[in-house]
């Protein structure tokens, strides 16, 4: 080969090599900047594909997730058809198309046709630049780097994505729930020709400002006159926006189990009963079907809206009375009771623990089920102490249920209270603990998004029956019926809870104040039972075979003195109390008028009550004795600092 020759041969391989290498290079130096397709909002379908709620893309920009099988393709083939016919051939560019628009634009000095293709036009969204000739040739650059890197399926979703469709609208998804109220997946001629439109001039089309420009384009690519258009934007669905997992990104619409006329059903009730709330509370229904093991709704309300902005399911709060029928239920399994074994409630101490009802009195002798029934403390207390705080605990967490303690109890033991609302749960961990009663005694986080859970067992399956059938009970002022509830109220009317269940499916409710604090008598009776019979009307009937109660067993589960004798409840002996105030004094039993002594001097008192109060006139050791009508007498020594 001759040295000419060879040098041209050598020239055409760099040149080759050079022309083949600089658009890899270019494309290395400049990637394709693709970060607002990987940020857009979240869409939730509810269990039936509905929609349930949206949430924009950072900035506030409606800019929703959408995939080719969601979106009518009676649309993307009248987008095409008007937009880019040899899309689904050409590398991103069309040669026919730009040519005509490169001479029209080079004759005119200025941009006229823009014969850009769809991916051209993705690149233009993706990286916006004033009109020129040079973002022209820029935009050619990027349309063959979207076709070298991404499929054509890829390309023509990315333009769905950010299409403008004016405001801060983008995306045919956004755009089908703003103008049309509906998600993109089934349209009619005129919704397609209105979407198709749009883009060209977003803002110049909007139909809330400009309808007969927006009109006019619309039906010349409909071809023919169509109806009126939307005065204004619809309202994206916020619906159970607190609870669902916003934070997760995805490319395609999120799914919940939820029920949307449910959800709406029990959202209305929430907002109902939020306006008669005192300052400050808010309240939380939710309703889980138990053959799934799924949430179907979920609302909180209040008046204020403030718990309405905060995921009230997943907040600790004292369970107060609620747990009770897990500690019977463990307790019939050791064989430490039945549902028919008596008992006394009547005052007991446990240590330096002296537990007493809510109403501040005694039931006397009463069975197992009548003492769960009636949530009485002293019973709850006594099973809790014959099968161990630390057990309990230990069960649930290895149930998956975790109860927080107080914090100043860290490194420390569960202790008795335990049993009375001593320790926090939330109230989506409480509603899976009955739906563990409610059907097999196994605990399984009720679903709301995501794959089914793991499940732990808690208790037998007889012993969740025996629990559920205690439980079956009269609302009160009536209300479903063959539903087994329980209430729970925490200290100081802080938490109001009730929780009721039937053969399908289980309901919970709770009322309180978001910030903790306490509201004055407050209780689960009052406030959320009527919350709970509401709740419960929504669903089909369902209700649970009442089963016969055993007869009473031949056994006592707690030997005290008679449940009439005459009893100092307060102050027990040896307590230590503040001086800083008055003091209550509490007796019951005996035969009233009843009278009250310190250190053998009258304590002033109304003789048809079982209390008195008295101030204490310094710090000291006090000898506290009461007595009855038949000279019977309790006392009790204490010191007062």
Same mark, same amino acid.
């Given at each position: 080969?001759?040295?000419?020759?060879?040098?041209?041969?050598?020239?055409?391989?760099?040149?080759?090599?050079?022309?083949?290498?600089?658009?890899?290079?270019?494309?290395?130096?400049?990637?394709?900047?693709?970060?607002?397709?990987?940020?857009?909002?979240?869409?939730?379908?509810?269990?039936?594909?509905?929609?349930?709620?949206?949430?924009?893309?950072?900035?506030?920009?409606?800019?929703?997730?959408?995939?080719?099988?969601? /979106? *009518? $393709?009676?649309? @993307? #083939? !009248?987008?095409? &058809?008007?937009?880019? +016919?040899?899309?689904?051939?050409?590398? %991103? /560019? *069309? $040669?026919?198309? @730009? #040519? !005509?628009?490169? &001479?029209?634009?080079? +004759?005119?000095?200025?941009?006229?046709? %823009?014969?850009?293709?769809?991916?051209?036009?993705?690149?233009?969204?993706?990286?916006? +630049?004033?009109?020129?000739?040079?973002?022209?040739?820029?935009?050619?650059?990027?349309?063959?780097?979207?076709?070298?890197?991404?499929?054509?399926?890829?390309?023509?979703?990315?333009?769905?994505?950010?299409?403008?469709?004016?405001?801060?609208?983008?995306?045919?998804?956004?755009?089908?729930?703003?103008?049309?109220?509906?998600?993109?997946?089934?349209?009619?001629?005129?919704?397609?020709?209105?979407?198709?439109?749009?883009?060209?001039?977003?803002?110049?089309?909007?139909?809330?400002?400009?309808?007969?420009?927006?009109?006019?384009?619309?039906?010349?690519?409909?071809?023919?006159?169509?109806?009126?258009?939307?005065?204004?934007?619809?309202?994206?669905?916020?619906?159970?926006?607190?609870?669902?997992?916003?934070?997760?990104?995805?490319?395609?619409?999120?799914?919940?189990?939820?029920?949307?006329?449910?959800?709406?059903?029990?959202?209305?009730?929430?907002?109902?009963?939020?306006?008669?709330?005192?300052?400050?509370?808010?309240?939380?229904?939710?309703?889980?079907?138990?053959?799934?093991?799924?949430?179907?709704?979920?609302?909180?309300?209040?008046?204020?809206?403030?718990?309405?902005?905060?995921?009230?399911?997943?907040?600790?709060?004292?369970?107060?009375?609620?747990?009770?029928?897990?500690?019977?239920?463990?307790?019939?399994?050791?064989?430490?009771?039945?549902?028919?074994?008596?008992?006394?409630?009547?005052?007991?101490?446990?240590?330096?623990?002296?537990?007493?009802?809510?109403?501040?009195?005694?039931?006397?002798?009463?069975?197992?089920?009548?003492?769960?029934?009636?949530?009485?403390?002293?019973?709850?207390?006594?099973?809790?102490?014959?099968?161990?705080?630390?057990?309990?605990?230990?069960?649930?967490?290895?149930?998956?249920?975790?109860?927080?303690?107080?914090?100043?109890?860290?490194?420390?033991?569960?202790?008795?209270?335990?049993?009375?609302?001593?320790?926090?749960?939330?109230?989506?961990?409480?509603?899976?603990?009955?739906?563990?009663?409610?059907?097999?005694?196994?605990?399984?986080?009720?679903?709301?998004?995501?794959?089914?859970?793991?499940?732990?067992?808690?208790?037998?399956?007889?012993?969740?029956?025996?629990?559920?059938?205690?439980?079956?009970?009269?609302?009160?002022?009536?209300?479903?019926?063959?539903?087994?509830?329980?209430?729970?109220?925490?200290?100081?009317?802080?938490?109001?809870?009730?929780?009721?269940?039937?053969?399908?499916?289980?309901?919970?409710?709770?009322?309180?104040?978001?910030?903790?604090?306490?509201?004055?008598?407050?209780?689960?009776?009052?406030?959320?039972?009527?919350?709970?019979?509401?709740?419960?009307?929504?669903?089909?009937?369902?209700?649970?075979?009442?089963?016969?109660?055993?007869?009473?067993?031949?056994?006592?589960?707690?030997?005290?003195?008679?449940?009439?004798?005459?009893?100092?409840?307060?102050?027990?002996?040896?307590?230590?109390?503040?001086?800083?105030?008055?003091?209550?004094?509490?007796?019951?039993?005996?035969?009233?008028?009843?009278?009250?002594?310190?250190?053998?001097?009258?304590?002033?008192?109304?003789?048809?009550?079982?209390?008195?109060?008295?101030?204490?006139?310094?710090?000291?050791?006090?000898?506290?004795?009461?007595?009855?009508?038949?000279?019977?007498?309790?006392?009790?020594?204490?010191?007062?600092?």
């Amino acid at each position: 080969m001759t040295a000419p020759a060879s040098r041209w041969l050598i020239g055409a391989t760099a040149a080759a090599a050079f022309l083949i290498l600089l658009p890899l290079g270019l494309d290395r130096a400049f990637p394709v900047p693709i970060g607002r397709l990987a940020q857009p909002g979240r869409v939730f379908l509810d269990r039936n594909g509905a929609l349930l709620a949206a949430a924009p893309a950072p900035g506030g920009v409606w800019r929703l997730p959408v995939r080719l099988e969601d /979106v *009518d $393709p009676a649309y @993307l #083939a !009248r987008l095409i &058809a008007t937009e880019d +016919r040899r899309f689904w051939w050409h590398p %991103g /560019v *069309d $040669p026919v198309a @730009l #040519a !005509r628009a490169f &001479a029209q634009d080079i +004759r005119a000095g200025h941009i006229v046709s %823009g014969g850009s293709t769809l991916t051209m036009q993705l690149a233009r969204l993706i990286e916006p +630049r004033p009109r020129t000739l040079r973002s022209k040739l820029i935009e050619v650059f990027r349309a063959l780097q979207l076709e070298a890197h991404y499929s054509k399926r890829d390309i023509l979703t990315g333009w769905m994505t950010l299409a403008p469709y004016g405001g801060n609208l983008e995306g045919v998804t956004a755009a089908s729930l703003a103008w049309l109220g509906k998600l993109p997946a089934s349209l009619t001629g005129e919704d397609i020709a209105l979407l198709v439109a749009l883009p060209r001039r977003p803002e110049a089309l909007r139909p809330d400002r400009h309808p007969e420009a927006a009109r006019r384009l619309r039906d010349r690519l409909l071809g023919e006159a169509g109806g009126g258009l939307p005065a204004q934007r619809t309202a994206m669905p916020r619906h159970a926006t607190t609870a669902l997992p916003w934070g997760e990104a995805a490319s395609a619409p999120g799914r919940a189990t939820l029920d949307l006329p449910l959800q709406a059903a029990l959202e209305a009730i929430a907002a109902e009963r939020a306006r008669v709330l005192p300052p400050h509370g808010a309240l939380l229904l939710m309703i889980a079907d138990l053959r799934s093991h799924e949430l179907r709704a979920i609302a909180a309300s209040s008046p204020d809206g403030a718990g309405a902005s905060l995921d009230l399911s997943r907040a600790i709060r004292s369970p107060g009375s609620a747990l009770k029928p897990f500690i019977y239920a463990m307790a019939f399994e050791a064989g430490l009771a039945g549902p028919g074994t008596l008992l006394d409630d009547i005052p007991r101490r446990f240590g330096r623990y002296a537990p007493e009802d809510f109403d501040r009195s005694f039931a006397g002798r009463v069975t197992m089920a009548e003492a769960l029934r009636r949530s009485l403390n002293v019973p709850a207390v006594a099973l809790l102490d014959g099968i161990g705080p630390e057990s309990f605990l230990r069960r649930l967490r290895a149930a998956g249920v975790t109860l927080h303690l107080p914090k100043n109890s860290t490194g420390r033991p569960a202790t008795l209270p335990l049993a009375l609302g001593g320790a926090g749960i939330t109230p989506r961990d409480l509603a899976a603990l009955y739906a563990a009663i409610a059907t097999d005694g196994v605990v399984r986080s009720l679903r709301l998004t995501g794959p089914r859970v793991e499940a732990h067992p808690l208790i037998a399956q007889d012993s969740a029956g025996t629990i559920a059938d205690i439980l079956v009970q009269p609302f009160p002022k009536g209300g479903p019926v063959g539903v087994a509830w329980k209430t729970g109220t925490s200290w100081g009317g802080r938490d109001a809870w009730a929780v009721g269940f039937d053969r399908d499916h289980l309901a919970l409710a709770w009322v309180g104040r978001p910030d903790g604090a306490p509201i004055p008598g407050a209780t689960g009776l009052s406030l959320a039972v009527p919350l709970l019979a509401r709740a419960l009307a929504l669903l089909p009937e369902a209700p649970r075979a009442i089963t016969a109660e055993p007869a009473p067993e031949p056994r006592r589960l707690v030997q005290t003195v008679r449940a009439d004798a005459l009893q100092l409840l307060f102050p027990p002996a040896e307590a230590v109390v503040s001086g800083d105030g008055p003091l209550t004094l509490r007796a019951m039993g005996g035969r009233r008028p009843l009278s009250f002594l310190i250190d053998g001097g009258p304590v002033p008192h109304d003789p048809a009550r079982r209390e008195a109060t008295w101030l204490p006139p310094g710090s000291g050791w006090y000898r506290v004795t009461v007595l009855d009508a038949d000279g019977n007498a309790a006392q009790s020594v204490i010191r007062v600092k």
